[in-house]
């Protein structure tokens, strides 16, 4: 990551302004897998422009499908997976490297995946031996259960798999979205289901492409559809528009969000009920969503289980901090490793700024304080630390993100857009 430090301008006058955020790229990548899945032209609007979205993009084009991107929408020739061996790089992209990985199983060529250094470094296990149960073969070039791994010549066939409910739901998913074109899957889970709303993301978009899936507490049933070509239409992201959020709830004043209220089916959408529990107020106009939260009020301390919703622990914990009282956040220790330790990581880099944080074994407990010291913020490869710690610049003076430039893995636009309520 190229370095670059961000200074972020603490303002004593409160926000009135709009922002648009982008797609998400969550919803965005599965919609992608669907349409390469599909026999037929696919086309996906208001696709996010972040690295995971184009790293997932290229991975398409160099198995030899067609995309062709125009501004915010892509068009997809799916169906012809190709024949040829080929190395997919999914750079720093987890959500991308998994789903990768199952559309490899179903190749018939030989596929490697690979990745930076800190993907190399996130375990895939649970998702590998899953697919060898349904007949993929699966080489490691390095250390078992981490990229880079190499899948084929062997296809996987229709099956059961048993795989835990309470590991990374894009294992889940992954297994899910193959299921069409192989016939129909049975995934039975081991263990109790803890991400639902991202399984039911899943399920969702392969259904607008025409898939049927059944999800239960213990099993998922994908029947034998094949997927039909759509056109697909990405919904605002609720993991970025949660900083925004956040940033007018400390700070103060008035934000629209433009078309926010026509994302229906993310987790993260609670961010909504959090900031009103802590004395925002929340509005639907038309198709907006507008937080509203009065300069210099008394922020109420939060007890909250994250643990559907774990991206938006960096950008919460700003909040805790500005709160008065002791809050929690709990069901999210499996976040320590996501694109960083986003628990110690965090609270690293909070208690050097003087915060009362400290890392439990399934979350953080955090305590209000009246005020913090700047500093220059590390943000250890991780876009959503770096959002946070921004927004936390504009009530804290002389606070500078470093590495800055980490938010295109979500949001390449995030400084531009964001200029007003960052200053």
């Known amino acids: 990551m190229m370095s670059s430090v961000r200074a972020i301008n603490a303002s004593r006058t409160p926000l009135d302004c709009t922002v648009q955020v982008p797609g998400s790229k969550s919803i965005a990548n599965r919609a992608l897998v669907c349409a390469a899945l599909s026999h037929g032209e696919s086309v996906i609007q208001n696709i996010p422009d972040g690295d995971d979205t184009f790293a997932m993009l290229d991975a398409l084009k160099a198995m030899g499908l067609p995309c062709q991107v125009t501004k915010n929408q892509v068009t997809v020739i799916g169906g012809d997976l190709g024949h040829s061996n080929v190395t997919l790089n999914a750079r720093l992209a987890g959500t991308t490297s998994r789903f990768l990985t199952a559309v490899a199983a179903v190749r018939a060529g ?59 739901s894009q294992f889940i998913s992954a297994l899910m979205m193959i299921g069409p074109v192989i016939g129909g899957l049975t995934i039975q889970l081991t263990s109790q289901l803890v991400s639902r709303p991202y399984v039911d993301m899943t399920r969702v978009v392969m259904e607008s492409f025409g898939a049927r899936v059944t999800v239960s507490e213990k099993i998922i049933t994908v029947h034998a559809d094949s997927y039909k070509p759509a056109r697909f239409v990405v919904e605002p992201d609720f993991s970025s528009a949660a900083v925004p959020i956040v940033a007018t709830t400390i700070r103060g004043g008035k934000i629209r969000l433009t078309g926010l209220g026509l994302a229906t089916t993310q987790s993260d959408a609670c961010i909504l009920d959090i900031v009103q529990q802590s004395g925002a107020i929340v509005e639907r106009e038309g198709d907006d969503i507008v937080v509203t939260s009065q300069m210099g009020q008394v922020l109420q301390p939060l007890q909250l289980h994250l643990s559907d919703s774990s991206d938006l622990v960096p950008i919460v914990a700003m ?49 209000g304080v009246d005020s913090l010291n700047g500093q220059t913020m590390n943000t250890y490869d991780d876009h959503r630390l770096a959002m946070a710690f921004a927004v936390l610049g504009t009530v804290v003076s002389g606070i ?13 636009s995030f400084w531009l857009d964001m200029a007003q309520v960052l200053g």
Request: net charge neutral; proline share 4%; charged share 25%.
């Open 110 to 168: 030989g596929t490697t995946i690979d990745g930076d250094d800190a993907l190399r470094r996130r375990p895939m296990n649970d998702l590998h031996d899953a697919l060898r149960q349904i007949g993929a073969d699966i080489r490691y070039s390095g250390s078992n259960g981490l990229l880079p791994v190499t899948l084929g010549p062997n296809i996987a066939r229709s099956g059961v798999v048993s795989i835990r409910g309470d590991i990374s």
């Open 400 to 412: 500078s993100v470093n590495d800055s430039a980490v938010v295109s893995k979500s949001w390449p």
């Open 319 to 367: 909040l805790c901090l500005r709160a008065t009282g002791t809050s929690s956040i709990d069901g999210v220790g499996f976040i320590r490793a996501k694109e960083s330790d986003r628990l110690g990581d965090l609270t690293r880099e909070v208690v050097k700024l003087g915060g009362r944080i400290e890392v439990l074994p399934d979350g953080l407990e955090i305590q």
